[in-house]
């Protein structure tokens, strides 16, 4: 047997490349092939389409394509398969699977998981008091003004296990939890027990590295210049082992890169607390060990387990306000005063403000004072309006602005409608659920087998806590005028309503005086458009990492808000070009 794992991931995200797939099977040996489809905006996405194009639909439809290109190989290789492809409707997609195997003549084993969907039980849990509060708001769903349209747990990896354990080739899996679909095969492998944490905790870190596809390989990544190429840039493989450890690597002849930089990133991706929580275990991400140890070969070693938490996450959307919206250019001179001007005629001839529920204006600055090009004399003045009647933002909002095009401010040039169209926004409500009211169905073989969560078998608690760790000697000498980017790496994501910014620093000396340095007051002064928010500090000195995660500033998720990057991916980058006053030996390690 061998002593390894090996899980390719060959998607991070409903829209990612195609051929991944493809290539992550024939560009070398795997002994499973993943995909993460599911971001919290892709349950929306997945119900649009639902809602406008058939019930029978709801999964994601490029996994199908994918499975086209490598579905031979993979049943020739003994390759499993496990996705979260199956989103809303894992039984449908199971049933397209079982279409191509027909048509190609193949014979496969087929399990699906479902069991997540709450919708028909909502009202029932809400009257056993399930109170669904909201985790960013902290209010009870009966508060919601808005219609719910999904509502999933998040699931974890057991019924994985057991539909590998029974023989299945292909597992579909509805909302599971991004990391899942690498615990899940690896705990097949090593028939790893439910208290097995620390091994799991592992599993857990490498699903967590590995779900967002080339992100861990080189893309996202701060240190742009360390990257050899941004061309065919590779998908990763955790090599496991059964004692959790294990090594991130890709495919010879990929671009990218795989170094403890980019693995520190990603692991720094779309987190708070460095307690990583999961359905079948918390991770402490502040225990574990990131040793570069070969070219594109990442060793990460250590990560501490616990018991799982008493609750499942739940993902519920909900319908929000009907919204539409405009982006107009202003140029040259007076741009204050323009916009200033284009607002009140607007407003008047839609007939006032008064009239939407939600008005959000920003005037963004980007136009230089002495401008080289005409594109470099633009501010971009962006509108949006909210209403519960769809009218008010439907074809004849957009009719009021469009007809003032030769009556208004000179130099003005629109984008055209980008915010909406007037349609409805999906405002996201993450949520709890009692773990004990949590139930995974496998669906294997025409039998239906039940699966209970590890919080319903009784087992003994288990906790961790790490202990403090001692910095380096906080660096003294001459200063300098920097960028915060030419010292530190970033990475930063959306958490629902909230974003993170991980921040990671390259030597110890440097650690200390981050550390030292970015507080969350220093952190609001170099950016501050989020000083209005809360914002915690979390240490993971092992990863010579601080993270900060920033409360509230996507309001309720990447649909609802207007914000030109909704999911936060940029920020990073914007703390990266502040500049700071930072010793100078810290430099040496640039």
């Not at 996450?313 to 250019?329: A, D, M, Q, S, W």
């Not at 790490?466 to 000697?473: V, Y």
């Amino acid at each position: 047997m061998n002593s390894t794992i090996r899980i390719g991931n060959c998607s991070g995200f409903y829209g990612d490349r195609l051929a991944a797939a493809k290539e992550m099977v024939e560009g070398g040996p795997i002994d499973v092939l993943t995909g993460d489809y599911l971001a919290e905006l892709t349950m929306k996405i997945l119900y649009d389409q639902r809602e406008q194009r058939g019930s029978h639909l709801g999964y994601v439809g490029t996994f199908l394509k994918q499975l086209e290109d490598v579905i031979e190989t993979c049943l020739d290789g003994n390759i499993k398969i496990v996705t979260n492809a199956g989103g809303l409707n894992p039984a449908g997609m199971a049933i397209e699977v079982e279409k191509l195997l027909s048509q190609r003549g193949l014979k496969a084993k087929v399990a699906y998981i479902d069991g997540d969907d709450l919708m028909p039980d909502i009202a029932s849990l809400q009257s056993q008091g399930e109170a669904f509060i909201n985790i960013d708001r902290q209010i009870p769903l009966a508060d919601c003004e808005h219609e719910v349209v999904t509502a999933n747990t998040y699931f974890g990896a057991w019924a994985i296990k057991e539909a590998l354990d029974l023989g299945a080739d292909i597992v579909i899996c509805p909302r599971v939890t991004d990391a899942a679909v690498v615990i899940g095969p690896a705990a097949w492998k090593f028939n790893w027990q439910r208290d097995d944490y620390d091994a799991l905790a592992g599993a857990l870190t490498a699903g967590h590295i590995i779900e967002c596809g080339a992100q861990c390989c080189g893309g996202n990544y701060s240190f742009i210049d360390e990257v050899p190429s941004f061309i065919n840039v590779g998908y990763p493989i955790a090599e496991i082992a059964a004692d959790g450890s294990f090594e991130i690597t890709k495919h010879e002849g990929t671009g990218g890169l795989i170094s403890a930089g980019t693995v520190t990133a990603q692991l720094l991706y779309e987190i708070s607390t460095p307690a990583y929580y999961n359905p079948d275990v918390i991770a402490h991400f502040d225990t574990l060990k990131i040793e570069d140890v070969g070219e594109n070969r990442v060793h990460v070693s250590g990560c501490r387990g616990s018991s799982p938490p008493p609750t499942h996450k739940v993902c519920i959307n909900t319908k929000g306000l009907y919204r539409n919206g405009v982006e107009i250019l202003l140029t040259g001179l007076d741009i204050e005063r323009k916009a200033e001007l284009y607002l009140e005629q607007i407003f008047h001839n839609l007939g006032g403000k008064a009239q939407f529920a939600e008005v959000d204006i920003q005037l963004i600055r980007s136009d230089k004072a002495e401008a080289n090009s005409n594109e470099e004399a633009h501010a971009a003045l962006r509108i949006t309006c909210s209403s519960e009647d769809p009218k008010k933002v439907g074809r004849l909002f957009q009719a009021k602005i469009t007809e003032l095009a030769l009556a208004t401010i000179p130099g003005n040039t629109g984008r055209g409608n980008s915010m909406g169209g007037g349609s409805p926004t999906i405002v996201y409500w993450p949520a709890m659920i009692d773990s004990q009211k949590v139930t995974e169905r496998l669906h294997f073989e025409g039998k239906t087998i039940e699966v209970l969560p590890t919080q319903r078998l009784g087992l003994p608690e288990q906790s961790y806590q790490q202990h403090p760790q001692q910095l380096a000697p906080l660096p003294s000498g001459p200063t300098t005028s920097v960028p915060f980017g030419r010292l530190f790496g970033t990475r930063s994501g959306d958490k629902g309503g909230c974003a993170n910014c991980g921040v990671w620093a390259k030597s110890d000396a440097a650690y200390a005086f981050l550390h030292h340095y970015l507080t969350v007051d220093q952190f609001k002064q170099l950016c501050p458009d989020v000083a209005e928010y809360d914002i915690e500090r979390y240490e993971l000195p092992n990863m010579r990492a601080l993270n900060f995660y920033i409360r509230g500033i996507l309001k309720d998720g990447v649909s609802s808000n207007n914000r030109i990057d909704g999911q936060a991916k940029s920020f990073g980058e914007y703390l990266r070009m502040k500049t700071i006053v930072a010793p100078e030996e810290l430099l040496s390690s640039i």
